[in-house]
């Protein structure tokens, strides 16, 4: 018991830190069916969250005075959803210059502003995984953020702490991009290793010589340290395990090959994205111990899922690969406890694991499980509250709560949710969402180039 | 070795007849829930097949001898799903060209027919057709008048087969709204090209009602008259002039239906269908008052305008529902069109009334193409095009048993169940070589 108070304590402690710059609140969720995901179904519970940490879940818990409570009676309450792949908020997608890119982040453009994160939220999504675009063979760093509508700083929507991680992309995104739109390796699927290869020999190299710096330095005051390089910089932080690789990818066998890459330097950690011919491989995946963040059913948009199945989230987790479901679209993002139940009707998933594709499974990806994806206590306060099982097509959202606040209430959802209006703008522009244009990976990789290809 | 192999010829054998079910066989299904549609709900229902109709549907039903006895005892029957707006057959991989047969050259081609180009082998249709969906409408694009959309059933061998009988030319109408996200033309630029294009579009008809009558004097006496000079794209254009063929009028933000609401009125269009209406919801009651009937979809998209609600594109059906609109519901998608029944759902689950979600993928798609005869509903003298699952479509806890099209039970696999099938439990796993 001491022991436990002290764990909570120090998970206060722990957690205040890292909020400290953002609001946090207390809510007593009250008499709902709590999907733990982690723990089963717990019916006709209540959840307590104080300064946005869940601080207890039992049934008949009474509320601190001023917190308020949120009628769940009749309601079903998940751990707020989180999105493994993710393009809303930021102001740009692409650094498509080169290559590799490893140096830009796309922490440093991120918009509050963006009303995609709002809808997001009103589909219970409570974290996303903001990634770079998949024009380049190593692109730049993603940033993990809290769906914290209305804080207007963009350092407020960054999860403080979570780990870093960084996008690469392998297939017909970088080869169009560089060798077939700038005539510049990778042109194919081996200059895509060579790539890889070089890039991660240099890194290796540059960390060489400035460990070989560092202990020269000890005896000699005068020793000349390297050159500074902000990309080997970051690459070096892949090969200490400092940050995790998430990989665009289709086929098995360029999957196969970026294995053997890292096992040849030494990295360990990843999670391939999209990886739509990740079924092939499942066990290779599986021994690895590689993660599969997928889409549900996309295929067919390009010939490298071709050869898709929509029984690819079962396949995988029936072969043990840790699997998320992601949406990678400011369309699927509002309905990815849709996604996740399609894994119910290809391949039969339970209703445990059909919600582990979008929360606990991610959070674990990302390396936030201690934190976000599942109601336990000492864990963030970020749930969503839903009408029915949240795996039901009738299923709609009635709140979601993002540290303990509400951020989304389907009772208080006025029509226009903007933050900002620009007062020059005569009339809104209307646009109509062509399927192309909500599946964003199409476009990140050249938007020019594409459209070109399109129009011609 | 013989061992297996008389194991997998007796498989075949056991397959077989299910596979190759013939047309003109009778067959039975048994203590079926029956969602008719329109002639509401049977429990513990009989419905007979027979030469690809329905020839009897109903309770104390005689079982006629040597029928095929499907038992459906705990299953629900209904219509095949009807997808109003898709590129089946027309569009097997999105980024290649070499594979996209949907558009031609040029702005002014309604003579283009999407029947001729629809490739029976697509990949995309058995994937669709396990999952209940028999009939789509399949569309071309590309243009202002890019071709004529047909009606296909999703099994067949040829075209012809396939085609479910109806075809309308399709007009993209003049655009007031953006492309999409990397449209940046200025609003100016944007105004100008629609202005233009309507302008072009009412030349265009100018000339097709010429034709149109040219051709109407000149058939009536043709002894005494020249015979019109031959426009391919006025030939097809003649018959929806005429109001014999339909107009499927693409068409998507309030003020361009509110225009094209102007446009078929000024030109005294009677056979005209509405298709898109992403804000249909905004102008439903004009659209009710004039009768125009409405193809909708996808509803599983995003608002268009930033300060709508989060949920007006899942209301849409609903609202324009409930003005009086009649709908059919689309995917507007290819690969995923066997999506359909969760666009219905999520039409449902923001309002509209689940029977009028069903309706809007069965029946009232069969009534706007005309094709209610055949199609839409289960009922005697019908084409017995319908599928068998375990629960709620709607649902994606719902598996689909059993397809039937024009009385041919589909087989339940596709690309999808078959890399289904293989990897599950891949064979060698991890060993380099299969020792087993």
């Not at chain 1, 870093?164 to 991009?177: C, D, Q, S, Y």
């Not at chain 1, 000699?220 to 892949?238: K, T, W």
């Not at chain 1, 389907?410 to 244009?437: N, Q």
């Amino acid at each position: 018991m001491k022991f436990k108070l002290l764990f909570l304590s120090a998970a206060f402690i722990f957690a205040s830190n890292c909020l400290a710059q953002v609001p946090t609140g207390d809510v007593l969720v009250r008499g709902g069916t709590v999907l733990t995901v982690t723990n089963g179904t717990l019916e006709n519970t209540d959840v307590l969250i104080l300064n946005g940490i869940i601080t207890e879940i039992g049934e008949n818990l009474s509320a601190p005075q001023g917190v308020s409570v949120v009628d769940a009676v009749g309601m079903y309450v998940m751990p707020g959803i989180i999105d493994a792949h993710s393009h809303i908020g930021i102001s740009n997608v692409n650094e498509s210059s080169a290559p590799v890119t490893a140096q830009v982040s796309v922490g440093d453009v991120l918009n509050p502003y963006s009303i995609a994160i709002y809808r997001a939220l009103a589909g219970g999504v409570t974290s996303s995984h903001v990634m770079h675009g998949s024009a380049n063979v190593i692109g730049g760093q993603n940033e993990t953020i809290k769906h914290r509508w209305g804080l207007l700083d963009p350092d407020e929507l960054r999860m403080a702490d979570a780990p870093r991680t960084i996008k690469f992309a392998l297939g017909e995104n970088p080869t169009r991009v560089h060798g077939q739109g700038s005539n510049k390796r990778p042109a194919s699927r081996m200059g895509v290793e060579y790539v890889l290869r070089e890039t991660f020999a240099k890194a290796q190299r540059y960390q060489e010589a400035w460990a070989q710096y560092e202990e020269e330095a000890k005896s000699n005051p005068r020793a000349i340290s390297p050159a500074y390089n902000g990309q080997l910089e970051v690459m070096s932080d892949i090969l200490t395990g400092d940050i995790l690789i998430h990989c665009h990818s289709y086929r098995a066998d360029e999957i196969l090959m970026l294995l053997d890459v890292l096992g040849d330097f030494g990295v360990n950690q990843i999670t391939f994205q999209h990886v739509n011919e990740g079924f092939k491989i499942a066990p290779e995946l599986a021994e690895f111990g590689a993660g599969a963040s997928i889409f549900a059913d996309w295929w067919a948009y390009k010939f490298e899922v071709y050869y898709s199945t929509a029984y690819n989230a079962a396949i995988l987790t029936r072969n043990g690969v840790l699997t998320s479901i992601n949406s990678d679209s400011g369309e699927l993002n509002r309905h990815l406890y849709h996604e996740a139940a399609k894994s119910q009707k290809y391949g039969g998933l339970s209703d445990t694991e059909a919600l582990s594709l979008i929360t606990i499974n991610p959070a674990k990806q990302l390396g936030i499980a201690d934190r976000i994806g599942s109601i336990e206590v000492g864990k963030e306060g970020d749930l969503a509250i839903f009408d029915r099982h949240p795996l039901s097509i009738y299923a709609v959202n009635q709140k979601t709560i993002v540290d303990g606040i509400t951020y989304f209430d389907i009772e208080r959802d006025a029509d226009d949710m903007r933050l900002s209006v620009d007062p020059e703008s005569p009339i809104e522009t209307t646009v109509l969402h062509s399927h192309d244009d909500t599946h964003q990976c199409l476009h990140e990789g050249a938007l020019d180039l594409y459209d070109f290809l399109e129009s011609n | 070795m013989t061992y297996l192999y008389s194991l997998l010829i007796s498989a075949v054998l056991l397959i077989a007849p299910t596979k190759n079910e013939a047309v003109d066989t009778i067959t039975v299904l048994t203590n079926a829930r029956i969602v008719t549609i329109t002639q509401g709900t049977i429990e513990n229902g009989t419905i007979i097949v027979e030469d690809g109709i329905i020839v009897q549907l109903g309770t104390d039903i005689d079982i006629p001898d040597g029928a095929q006895i499907v038992d459906l005892a705990g299953l629900t029957v209904y219509p095949g799903m009807i997808d109003s707006g898709t590129q089946m057959g027309l569009v097997e991989v999105g980024s290649l060209s070499e594979t996209r047969d949907a558009s031609e050259l040029g702005d002014l081609s309604p003579q283009m027919k999407a029947l001729t180009a629809v490739n029976p082998n697509g990949v995309a249709i058995p994937v669709t057709r396990v999952n209940g969906i028999t009939t789509v409408l399949t569309v071309p694009s590309g243009g202002m008048l890019p071709g004529q959309a047909a009606l296909i059933n999703l099994h067949g061998y040829t075209p012809q087969q396939m085609y479910a009988g109806f075809e309308g030319v399709v007009l993209r109408f003049p655009s007031t709204g953006r492309r999409g996200r990397f449209d940046s033309r200025s609003e100016e630029d944007v105004e100008k090209a629609a202005t233009e294009a309507l302008k072009k579009l009412n030349d265009t008809w100018d000339s097709a009602e010429l034709h149109h009558r040219i051709d109407s004097t000149y058939q009536a006496r043709p002894e005494d008259g020249r015979r019109p000079e031959y426009v391919p794209s006025m030939e097809a254009l003649k018959d929806v002039v005429r109001g014999e063929q339909s107009l499927i009028i693409q068409v998507n933000t309030a003020k361009d239906i509110l225009s094209a609401l102007d446009w078929i009125k000024a030109r005294n269009m009677t056979n005209v269908i509405f298709s898109g209406l992403a804000e249909g919801w905004r102008v439903a009651d004009k659209i009710a008052e004039a009768g125009v009937p409405c193809l909708v979809g996808p509803v599983l998209s995003i608002p268009t305008r930033a300060s709508d609600r989060f949920d007006k594109a899942y209301k849409n059906a609903a609202l324009m529902h409930e003005a009086g609109v009649k709908i059919a519901i689309r995917s507007d998608d290819t690969a995923n069109a066997r999506n359909l029944p969760y666009h219905a759902g999520f039409a449902a689950a923001y309002g509209l009334p689940v029977e009028a979600a069903l309706r809007a993928i069965t029946i009232n798609p069969a009534e706007i193409f005309g094709v209610d005869d055949r199609l839409g509903s289960l009922e005697v003298g019908k084409e017995a095009t319908f599928f068998v699952a375990d629960g709620d479509p709607f649902e994606t806890s719902t598996t689909i048993l059993h397809v039937f099209i024009a009385g041919y039970q589909v087989p339940m696999e596709s690309r999808h169940t078959r890399l289904y099938e293989e990897f599950l439990n891949r064979n060698p796993g991890l060993n380099k070589h299969n020792r087993q």
